[in-house]
């Protein structure tokens, strides 16, 4: 069937991933992600593992490379949060196929995060896409979930031997929370021993800056770029 | 020319009806609202540049401006514009806020932290602001993304509507949360604005 917009006419048939060339195939996986059809882009990692890609070529090159299109939509307000959601769950779908073989090729990871909603606020969303592009970029992640208090972070930071310890929190009065947990790390002695980015919708570089944090950072791909960004200057 | 009332109130769409009940109540001819979208709390980012835009257009027929907004989500970037002016807002962090009064409802988000809140506004426009504004009309799978971490709506009432109480508790239901009701009234609110808006206080 065809169907007319304009002068143009497009075909809508069914396209079989699994006939499409690799450049094809991960340029439709992009749009795939960009819809948030989650089993398509599963079944697009799927077939170029198959065809004896790496599953870190198919995660940088497919899914990142995917999300960060997505990422770069929602920043400049063309996608909206319902959007950027199904988007993630798409991600996730051919993140499932990829982990397990990531995780046995024993590869270092780029670093190690924890992250963490902090206390008195319940919001996930956006502390969990930045943990699934922290993912997506080789680091490990360690999620500590919502409501959390300043001795769970420390705890995990040392715990795990983590690089940077990334916090969230969508409301004005959770918000300061975080400078009690920078300054119990600062008590501890420990502040300079890790990357601090928080991150949340009230939130500014302003705060970031006058709390004490390395940086703030606006959505989940900025994440990335600073996360790599700083580390590269600490080593 | 047309004669201007001396005090002009900033305000936010979704406040704006028990804005007009208090003002009726206390006899404040003096005052003239102007609202701005109640959507704009899906975007806060908004807020201190609309407000702005309204002070720079409006406050030069006034001789006072007020703005009946609490932070709003803003991260402190609305008080950094109104100081700009030397004008006045509602104190507090949001409207839950100032609708229930803060101690009342720090002891309710203490006492169960994935607490969803409600007013009248966000009952009646429940599907316009929560339901299209989170997209779950067109992406009803969201639900549990959206609200998996939370436990109990709470509906802070400012009239004591029974058609309103049975939409909120379909609209908790609707979200598979527990259901809390609590009548307040406008007088948390109107106690606020008392100091500022009484004709011998501008």
């Known amino acids: ?235 | 020319m047309t004669e201007t009332a001396p005090v002009l109130v900033i305000a936010c769409g979704a406040i704006a009806r028990e804005l007009v009940r208090i003002k009726d109540l206390n006899n404040w001819e003096h005052i003239e609202f102007q609202c701005l979208p109640a959507e704009l709390h899906n975007t806060p980012d908004r807020i201190p540049l609309e407000v702005k835009a309204k002070i720079e257009s409006q406050a030069s027929r006034f001789k006072k401006v007020f703005v009946a907004y609490a932070d709003c989500g803003t991260g402190g970037m609305l008080n950094k514009v109104i100081d700009e002016y030397g004008i006045e807002r509602i104190p507090g962090a949001h409207c839950y806020e100032f609708y229930a009064d803060s101690g009342d409802f720090r002891a309710l988000a203490e006492e169960e932290v994935g607490s969803f809140y409600l007013t009248d506004f966000l009952v009646r426009h429940f599907d316009r602001l929560v339901i299209k504004g989170l997209g779950l009309d067109r992406r009803p799978q969201l639900k549990p993304v959206y609200f998996r971490n939370y436990k109990r709506m709470v509906y802070l009432a400012q009239t004591e509507s029974e058609k309103l109480q049975a939409m909120a508790r379909q609209q908790a239901d609707f979200l598979g949360l527990d259901y809390i009701y609590r009548y307040y009234g406008d007088g948390p609110l109107s106690l606020l604005l008392k100091p500022q808006l009484t004709q011998e206080g501008t």
């Open chain 1, 1 to 235: 069937m065809t169907e007319e917009y304009g002068n143009e006419k497009y075909d809508d048939e069914e396209i079989i991933l699994a006939e499409l060339l690799d450049d094809e195939l991960v340029e439709q996986m992009h749009d795939d992600l960009y819809d948030g059809l989650a089993e398509e882009v599963a079944e697009g990692t799927q077939i170029l593992l198959d065809r004896g890609w790496s599953a870190t070529k198919v995660l940088e090159e497919a899914l990142v490379a995917g999300m960060t299109i997505v990422g770069v939509d929602f920043r400049d307000g063309i996608l909206f949060v319902p959007e950027v959601l199904m988007s993630a769950s798409s991600m996730k779908a051919g993140m499932a196929l990829l982990k397990p073989i990531l995780s046995q090729t024993g590869a270092r990871p780029t670093g190690t995060m924890v992250v963490g909603t902090v206390k008195g606020d319940i919001h996930d969303i956006g502390k969990n896409l930045v943990g699934m592009m922290m993912e997506g970029a080789g680091f490990e992640v360690i999620d500590l979930g919502i409501n959390v208090e300043a001795a769970t972070y420390i705890d995990a930071i040392e715990e795990h031997k983590a690089n940077i310890l990334g916090m969230s929190a969508l409301l004005t009065t959770t918000m300061p929370y975080m400078k009690v947990v920078i300054d119990a790390m600062k008590e501890k002695g420990i502040r300079d021993d890790y990357i601090v980015l928080v991150g949340g919708a009230p939130l500014n570089d302003e705060f970031g800056e006058a709390i004490g944090a390395d940086a703030y950072c606006r959505d989940a791909a900025t994440v990335v770029e600073v996360a790599k960004e700083l580390l590269a200057l600490a080593s």
